[in-house]
Every structure is written in C-alpha cells, then in structure tokens.
Nanobody, 127 residues
C-alpha cells in the first residue's frame, strides 16, 4: 500500500477557496491514478476528482464529478509526490471529510477501485 497523508482542510465561508494536499511515497506515486473522495455525515463516500499520467512524457488526464466540475481542480507535482485539490466557489454542500486515494485503473470512480487511502481531512463550508 501507498501511505497517503492529506492536509489543508479547515473551516471556510461559502464562496471561498481551499487547497488540499496529499503526500504519497515517491516509489509508486508516478504510476498511480490519484483521486479525491469525500464523505459527508450519513452519506456514502463519493468520488470528487481523479488524475493520471499516461506515460513519462504525457501530460496529466483529469476527470471530475459533475457536482464539482468547473469549481475544483486536481493536479499533481511529481517532484514532491503530491497531489492537490484546488477548491473554488465552495458551497455548504461541499462540507465533508475529504480523502486522498491511489488506484491502478484510470477513469474509475468507485471507492473499491482504489487500493490506498489517507486518513482524511475535514472541510467545513459555512453559509
């Protein structure tokens, strides 16, 4: 498994921005599909965004849940083995624990498709 450590969650007002970070071990980071999920109280864990690189010289491919498309951006920094989730125009319904995950297959959105998880970071958006 790939140890993943998230950070950056906090309380923010609606309309504000946050950037979450997820640090992974370098050994498998470059070959993993990286994803962000979130889980609100009483709800199932849901896919937010995913990112992968198709080859050494490839630019990253990204995909998003419809609920965050146009507001959130996932990116990775291979030199730091870190994946980011930039969240803009936050809404109260974005309140959740956000989890970073690593998987093997691109464009997958189910939690069962990801084999390694972080401990989560709380994002709270006040109205």
């Amino acid at each position: 498994q790939v140890p993943l450590v998230e950070s950056g969650g906090r309380l923010v007002q609606a309309g504000g921005s946050l950037r979450l970070s997820c640090a992974a071990s370098a050994r498998t980071f470059s070959s993993s599909v990286m994803g962000w999920f979130r889980q609100a109280p009483g709800k199932e864990r849901e896919f937010v965004a995913g990112e992968f690189v198709a080859g050494v010289r490839s630019t990253g491919f990204t995909y998003y849940a419809d609920s965050v498309k146009g507001r959130f951006t996932i990116s990775r920094d291979n030199t730091r083995s870190t994946v980011y989730l930039q969240m803009n125009s936050l809404k109260p319904e974005d309140t959740a624990v956000y989890y970073c995950a690593a998987g093997a297959l691109p464009y997958r959105t189910g939690p069962e498709d990801f084999h390694s998880w972080g401990q989560g970071t709380q994002v709270t958006v006040s109205s």
